[in-house]
């Protein structure tokens, strides 16, 4: 919203034209200014959520069944993923960091837990479609993730970063 000059309201718009939906007039409680997300996260922290969502986008390209997901959801519009910068967590992520028994691994193993992106070694996100929350300047301070399976019972689909 910020990086293009539009408002709330207009990049609502910018978005609904871009994905092919129809626009409908917006509510008075869309026009209000929402509080800032996660003012707190570190400069570090910043940038591990981009290096996670990076890892995640490149995961739902190579995952058919995500893929047909979004597909099945209506998210077929081109540039979309790309644009919105989504994910799959296909739990690989503990794979591809360094060794936890190094400097380097512990450190950012102990982001991630921060963060809630693992939790006790397990991904948070596991098999789930990844939707990155970004702040005015596109920085990303949260995730929301939405399982592709059917959860266990009383189990939510739904899956949030811990908040403020």
């Known amino acids: 919203m910020k990086r293009d000059g539009l408002s709330f309201v207009r ?3 910018a978005l609904r034209d871009f994905a092919g939906a129809e626009a409908d007039a917006p509510s008075a409680a869309a026009a209000d200014p929402a509080p ?3 003012p707190e996260r570190t400069a570090e922290e910043l940038a591990v959520l981009d ?3 990076r890892y ?3 995961r739902l390209h190579n995952s058919p069944r995500a893929l047909a997901y979004l597909e099945r ?3 077929v519009a081109p540039g979309l993923i790309e644009r919105f ?3 799959f967590a296909d739990q690989s992520l503990v794979r591809v960091l360094p060794p936890k028994t190094t400097p380097e691994g512990e450190a950012k193993r102990a982001i991630l837990e921060r963060l809630g992106i693992l939790n006790q ?3 948070h996100f596991a098999a789930s479609v990844v939707f990155p929350i970004m702040n005015d300047d596109g ?3 949260g995730m929301y993730g939405r399982r592709i399976s059917h959860p266990s019972r009383g189990k939510s689909p739904h899956r949030y970063l811990p908040g403020p």
């Open 11 to 13: 990049a609502v718009k």
């Open 139 to 141: 920085q990303i301070v």
């Open 36 to 38: 800032e997300l996660h």
């Open 51 to 53: 290096e996670v969502a």
């Open 56 to 58: 995640y986008t490149e």
């Open 85 to 87: 910068r989504l994910g």
């Open 73 to 75: 959801r209506g998210v």
């Open 121 to 123: 070694g397990y991904e």
